[in-house]
Nanobody, 117 residues
């Protein structure tokens, strides 16, 4: 069973930055498509950013130009650099790994991000 562990969340003022990290167990990390999702209270979980095993990236319109997803296969880690944070970015952020070959989908436990003055 693959385990994903997120870190880096916290409280930040509007306009500030945070970098989320998600470390994965196992040996198939380089094959995964990886994503960050977020869920605000009483709202559905939405895709924030995604990066394929070929490092092709995609972003939600609301974060384009502010967030950057990246991966380090040597460290089994995916990152989400979040700049110019806004109060509407406040949510629990979840890491996702999709193994398209094995058709398995894995989730982390989430890390909370609060943007407030």
């Amino acid at each position: 069973q693959v385990q994903l562990v997120e870190s880096g969340g916290g409280l930040v003022q509007p306009g500030g930055s945070l970098r989320l990290s998600c470390a994965a167990s196992g040996s198939r990390f380089s094959l995964y498509s990886l994503g960050w999702y977020r869920q605000a209270p009483e709202k559905q979980r939405d895709l924030v950013a995604r990066i394929t095993r070929f490092r092709v990236t995609a972003y939600a319109d609301s974060v384009k130009g502010r967030f950057t997803i990246s991966r380090d296969n040597a460290k089994n880690t995916v990152y989400l650099q979040m700049n110019n944070l806004k109060p509407e970015d406040t949510a629990d952020y979840y890491c996702n790994a999709a193994d398209d070959f094995l058709r398995q989908d894995y989730w982390g436990q989430g890390t909370q991000v609060t943007v407030s003055s």
